[in-house]
């Protein structure tokens, strides 16, 4: 009978010999290769008459062969010495690419005096009061140009309306000089409520420290933007939703959303799209948690546990059933790097482009980082603050597309990787694009994402898990938020 020391000399033979094997065993520090090399070893050893794979290389067989190769380097083919060694540098590789984003890309989560510190030394800071009147006036479209008015005033005067329960609303040129502050578009903020002390916006650019990553996370934004269903057919522009509706009463989660369109794509590639999708929501989730204090995310975290929201997770894909941590990817210069045991982002999210509507008091629709053209509005949702990443934006300065809190008469002028953390409850909205309110999507002028809440998901999340109300049911009230949280305001 052969000793282990001659077993594993002739499975070094073998491999030396199996192109397939030798291509896993390359990429097998990835996980998800890592399963497919211990089924190749264990299949060559049993054929080799080896009761397993752990008789020969001992209780963690990969680790076994690996020291092996190392130990008796000498003895083994060449290939599989090189291919050992390349894969010890990619490993390597991986280890320093994924180190490197952690930091550049603010996921590890320090004490929040460390992060509230951290805002503050790229952030400039002010006490603005509210105002008594807001300006931009409330329920008003705001343009900065003639030539943007002369784009948007017939679409908005005699354009078909979405919703025949809405009413038509005034335009209304800015003025500069009525504004009580501008941010500039190189410029992060901390901005305080005067009487309360309260943070009533924070702004930060280059919100992600790696543009590798902005534009992948751009492209599957502006991706699903064209590949996903308009959920505001009768508008300007594009808004879809991301991650669950409803699901099955057996199965206290929402169904993910099935609204692409495309009939030309293979099952896989939408699967791919799927866990992209819920990557780049969990990666700005991650991002807003490792960077903002406790005073801007907090509320919204406890808000998540107390009522115990399913996450987003891919269909599936990235987490166990009922979880809230996983595995999310990223993609830098074509390689992913994932991202074990993190927090996923919450069941929902719109992705959008271009969107233009009048909004009032919608919760589904809140201040989309695609800063969509929007009037002045203010929206009601069951934690303090709403939060956005616009990830693109193609305009010029004065062009349109910036975004207002008017409760203090702040105007935030737009620029691409900007995050803004708001109060959604104060009026605020975005300025007309000089952009044809006619002209087929894509291309896009300015694109991103945000995480959207309706006031009324709590309920129907709570009725659901009860057994209270079926699936049919669930999923019906939660797609009547998408239009009735919209008209609350008009009556």
Known sequence: MATKRETFLQLAVRLGQDTR??????????????????????????????????????????????????????????????????????????????????????????????????LRAIAYEICLPRLHVPYPGHRHWVYETPEIEAL????????????????????????????????????????YDSATGQIAVAVIRNFCGDQQVVDWAGDVVSLNASLRRNVRKGDPG?????????????SPCFVWTRNTL?????????????????????????MMCG???????????????????????????????????????????GEFVEF????????????????????????????????????????????RYAYSWTTNRNLSDDEGGNFYVASYGVKV??????????????????????????RPDPPFAQWGLSVATSSRLPGIWKKYREGLISAEQAAKEWEETLEDDLIDDEK
């Open 21 to 118: 094997a030798l291509s896993t065993l390359l990429l097998s520090w990835n996980d998800r290769y890592h399963k497919d090399a211990l089924g190749i070893l264990d299949g060559h050893l049993r054929s080799l008459g080896a009761a397993s794979s752990e008789a020969i290389l001992g209780k963690d067989p990969f680790s076994g062969f690996v020291s092996l190769c190392a130990t008796l380097k000498d003895e083994i083919p060449l290939i599989v010495v090189v291919t050992m060694k390349k894969r010890k540098a990619g490993q390597q590789h991986y280890r320093k690419v994924h180190r490197r984003l952690i930091e550049d890309l603010g996921l590890r989560r320090m004490d929040n005096d460390v992060r509230m510190a951290n």
């Open 152 to 191: 948007w005033r017939p679409h908005i005067e005699t354009g078909p309306l979405p919703d025949k329960r809405m009413k038509r609303l005034p335009m209304l040129a800015e003025d500069i000089s009525q504004l009580v502050h501008i941010v500039p578009k190189d410029k992060s903020v901390i901005i």
């Open 238 to 250: 594009t808004l879809v939703c991301i991650g669950y509706t409803a699901g099955s009463r057996s």
């Open 262 to 286: 495309s009939k030309k794509h293979p099952p896989e590639y939408l699967k791919s799209l799927e866990c992209r999708t819920a990557s780049v929501c969990s990666l700005s989730f991650n």
């Open 291 to 333: 960077r903002l204090p406790d005073a801007i995310t907090q509320d919204f975290e406890d808000f998540l546990a107390e009522h115990k929201f399913c996450r987003m997770d891919g269909n599936g894909e990235m987490a166990k059933k009922g979880s809230t941590r996983g595995t999310y990817c990223v993609e830098k210069a």
């Open 340 to 383: 074990h045991n993190a927090e996923l982002a919450p069941p929902a999210a719109f992705m959008g482009a271009n969107y233009a509507r009048y909004v009032s008091m919608a919760l589904q629709c809140m201040a989309l980082c695609s800063r969509d053209n929007r009037a002045m509005h203010s929206e009601h949702q069951p934690h």
């Open 413 to 438: 002028c737009m620029a691409p990787n900007t995050f803004i953390a708001w109060c959604p409850r104060d009026v605020h909205g975005t300025s007309l694009m000089k952009r044809d309110p006619g």
